[in-house]
């Protein structure tokens, strides 16, 4: 399930910046406020917006958690979630396999170690390296882990992310794997959103708020600095507050030996310049376009993803360059294509092992992975062996060697993960997830429906084999549709466990605005577009009953943030087609977002409503906006977290005040931790999974 992103490649690698969340991210034009009765709501911590969240969860409380289902779906969930027998995630690091587990006994986790032989065995031996658990209790904190940063080649130190609660901000600590502690008197950097990549063992280059101001309107660091133990830091690079965020990023060759330093400059969500930092601080500027992601480094080429027409390259578009002719001449320094993908193919990832360049595809939303060679200035390419018609995603490389794990799963065909050699093109199945709901009765179907401008929009369909064709079916449909985000097949065990086995089907649809299809496909629902996003979704609905898979009586909706935008859409504009709606940490008020949280960062993906043209199309669908009085809507479940610092609470929460001003039946539920993906504890997690599936069954199968 999609969550909104940080940006796009940017900041999923590099989170940078910000400060705490706070109320002060919340403000905006005073005439906004002037005319929202409940922006009160996005004082996230005040004493009576907390009063109103307490008594909504209290009324949900009894509503779904008192229903005799709760109980054995929550059950259900927590079993999942906490299984012995999931596969542990493996991240290659320091010549063997690194995994972070959480389970019954560790609930906030533990970050472990162990060699590849012993992972690829049934039962590996692993050794702790850091218990979030014990460190939470020693400390009084609610630790959650966000990953490890490690300097190479070695990777004992580590710089260790930890965050209070879940949000997305982070405390930095330097950590010895070898020794298991952290080290005193080490790197240490307080909580903030913020990237720190190793240059020598001495020597970090740093991303973040140095100072409470130095933080762009999108909450994001526009600062960077080096950062020698013992010693001021050293600015490098300064940023505008105009800007979405900058960082930096260590290119590092062979052995860990440091090629370069490069900075990534964020204009806007989607465009962003690349300048190379020399050995004298001077910046030197990539010839790129603005629309572009950086992807890797490998074997001495820097490999770009554009998103734009630019010269003789296609938007889609995977190139490179040599670094060395950078520095050399940057000017005269010739791009040079790796991959263009079909009109029926995307790019979904491209990262790299230690001389290998690996592209993840979806062709026709079914995924595939290419590796690459770089021989005598040529890119030359092999397709792995891995499952057809699955979903493919990478899960680790090493830098090391040549190994590469990924997954490969489907709506019923549990995970497996894979083992390839992207030297030799070996590849073999390592961990196959046991089935964690029964699937023998479904069947997945694949069908188009045709949008109001005559667009096909795929959309998948898993139901029972004896499915009757009379619209009783109770469907779940899924959607996202933003940020060139794919939506292909994903087991979802606790969807199987507490929806399909019921008899429920469960729909997924591709609609514009996503990535399936690459940038254009993306394009099309930008800005002023984006209702080609909610009429695609509409039509997929419309495509169901006319089928007669389901009727509007059986027929729900769920999705998250971006997605909370069209779930809350569809239910304003085609109240007549849903009887349940899940929205769930979700952007809502869209003629103020760009003022709460991270908001400002996505002005290039909906447009900026402090711009009157760009406030005229978005307030012809805010939800928030078009709410009326007297209109049927479906009672929609709405709910989010206090501490989300990525989308704000104060969208869901005005939404559900506005409603129970307007006496519109609606349920509301705010959980206290946990930051925007809501799933840092297990049985927080399974409890919402059964609130979802409790209210689900309620409206649609009851």
Known sequence: MKALPLTLAALVSLTAAGAVLTAAHAQGPKEIGAVDPFQWLEDIDSPRSMAWVEGQNAKTHVRLEEDPRYEVFRKEALAIFTAKDRIATPRFRAGGVDNFWQDGTHIHGIWRHTSLASYRTADPKWQTLLDLDALSKAEGKNWIWKGANCLKPAQTLCLVHLSNGGSDAVEDREFDTATGKFVEGGFHFPNAKQNAAWIDKDTLIVSRPWTPDEVTRSGYAYVVKIVK??????????????????????????????????????????????????DKGGLTAIPLPRKVEEDTYVDGQLVFTIKQDWKAFKAGAVISYDLADLKKDPANAKAQLVFMPGAHEAVERV??????????????????????????????AHRLKLPANANINLVSASDDDNQMFF????????????????????????????????????????????SNDGTKIPYFVVHRKDMKLDGSTAVQ????????????????????????????????????GGGEFGPAWHEAALREHRQRAFDDFASVAKDLETRKITSPRHMGIYARSNGGILTTVSMTQHPELFNAVVVESPLIDMLRYNHLSAGASWVAEYGDPDIPADREFIAKYSAYQNLKPGVKYPEPYITTNTRDDRVHPGHPRKFAA??????????????????HANDADPELNARRWARHYVYLSQKLMD
Not at 254 to 261: I, R, T
Not at 359 to 367: A, Q, R
Not at 658 to 675: A, I, V
């Open 229 to 278: 133990r013992g010693a001021e830091p050293r600015e490098v690079f300064r940023g505008a507050k105009t800007d979405v965020q900058a960082g930096a990023r260590v290119l590092e060759g062979e052995h860990g030996a440091v090629d370069g330093v490069m900075i990534s400059h964020g204009l806007t969500f989607y465009e962003r310049e690349f300048k190379l930092l020399d």
């Open 351 to 380: 990262s790299s092992s230690k001389d290998r360049l690996a592209i993840v595809l979806l062709d026709d939303v079914k995924g595939a992975v290419d590796v690459y060679d770089h021989k005598a200035g040529v890119w030359l």
């Open 407 to 450: 997954t490969a799963e489907g709506f019923l065909d549990p995970t497996s993960l894979w083992l390839a050699d992207a030297a030799g093109f070996a590849t073999a199945r390592v961990k196959q997830l046991p089935a964690q709901f029964d699937a023998s009765k479904d069947v997945v179907d694949q069908h188009f429906a045709t």
């Open 477 to 512: 449909m899924f959607g996202y549709g933003g940020f060139e985000l794919s939506e292909p097949p994903a087991y979802i065990p606790q969807m199987g466990k507490l929806w399909l086995e019921r008899g429920g089907a469960y729909v997924v649809a591709n609609i514009r």
């Open 658 to 675: 506005m409603m129970e001003k307007m006496g519109l039946p609606y349920l509301y539920y705010e959980q206290t931790f946990g930051g």
